[in-house]
Nanobody, 124 residues
Framework: QVQLVESGGGLVQAGGSLRLSCAASGRSFSRYAMGWFRQAPGKEREFVAGINWTGDTTYYANSVRGRFTISRDNAKNTVYLQMDSLKPEDTAVYYC?????????????????WGQGTQVTVSS
């Protein structure tokens, strides 16, 4: 069992930055691939970024590639999402998720554990 708690969301102007954190408790955090997803009002939950067990492989949605960076610190049981050059269309609730597999997967149904989400609002 893994419990996930996100933090770091908030209100920011377009062009600004935020850093989300996801703290994990439970066993074997380093054995989970981690992902960030987001869900805007009236839209489906979508994949944003993922990172494998060891943190040496990452993958991004086209909409955020070059602006967002995912990383992890297995010693601290934490995964991060650095978000730069934010746009109003990035406004959503952001969720972190844990997938008990080595590789990155982009489908929400494949993830085993989810956090409660943190709101990110980007004003124009």
């Amino acid at each position: 069992q893994v419990q996930l708690v996100e933090s770091g969301g908030g209100l920011v102007q377009a062009g600004g930055s935020l850093r989300l954190s996801c703290a994990a408790s439970g066993r074997s955090f380093s054995r989970y691939a981690m992902g960030w997803f987001r869900q805007a009002p009236g839209k489906e939950r979508e994949f944003v970024a993922g990172i494998n067990w060891t943190g040496d492989t990452t993958y991004y949605a086209n909409s955020v590639r070059g602006r967002f960076t995912i990383s992890r610190d297995n010693a601290k049981n934490t995964v991060y999402l650095q978000m730069d050059s934010l746009k109003p269309e990035d406004t959503a609730v952001y969720y972190c998720a844990a997938d008990q597999t080595y590789s990155i997967r982009a489908y929400s149904s494949e993830y085993d554990y989810w956090g409660q989400g943190t709101q990110v609002t980007v004003s124009s």
